[in-house]
Every structure is written in C-alpha cells, then in structure tokens.
C-alpha cells in the first residue's frame, strides 16, 4: 500500500489544528524539495554518500513532520542506500520524489 502523499489531519494535529501554518510550512516544503532534488541528484551523480544520506536524512524529518508521508518514505529509502554505499535505484527514487512534488504542488493549489 502506497503511503499518503499528505496526512492533513496528523500534521494538523502536530501543528494544534492550526490549518493556515501547516499550509504556509507545506508551500515552504514544496520550495525545500526543488533544491533537495537537485542537491541529491549532483550527490548521487559523484556516488557522494554522505551528502545524499545528509539531504535525505533531513528531508525525511521535514516531509514526516509536516505529513508528507510517501515523500517522507523514498528520503527514508534513500537514506539507507546510502547508509549501505548502495546507490542502484537512487535516480528512480528521485524520480519518484520529483513526481510526488509534482502531486503536492498540485494539492496546494486546489486548497
């Protein structure tokens, strides 16, 4: 079963119900995402397992705290690919990233 891409009612929870803030942090992620993205590709790209288990590893937190489930688990995948200096299948987890971005982008803009 495929992870939410965004669990409102948890964040919400998080955050003491407070909707306008966790949309202002969501767009705020959205933003973080497109510079992580690219961060983790240059990473990958030099096998840089530091920095991508760096950039994954925080923007798994973000994504989590905020919700943002599915993201929050292909950061987590990553994560420990790197942890294993196993870097097969980063680009398609990255894609898939890039995709959910995309979808949350996408969300944000009917709400």
């Known amino acids: 079963m495929q992870e939410k891409l965004i669990d409102v009612e948890t964040a919400l929870d998080r955050l003491g119900g407070d909707r306008e803030f966790l949309f202002e942090l969501l767009h705020d992620l959205v933003d973080q995402l497109n510079e992580a993205t690219q961060n983790l590709q240059n990473a990958v790209s030099a096998a840089d397992y530091y920095n991508v288990r760096a950039i994954s590893h925080g923007m798994k937190g973000a994504a989590s705290n ?19 200096e196993d870097l097969n299948d980063a680009d398609a987890l990255i894609g898939k990233i890039r995709q959910a971005h995309l979808e949350m982008v996408d969300f944000l803009g009917n709400q």
């Open 66 to 84: 905020l919700g943002a489930d599915r993201i929050a688990a292909y950061f987590s995948e990553l994560e420990k690919k790197s942890l294993n």
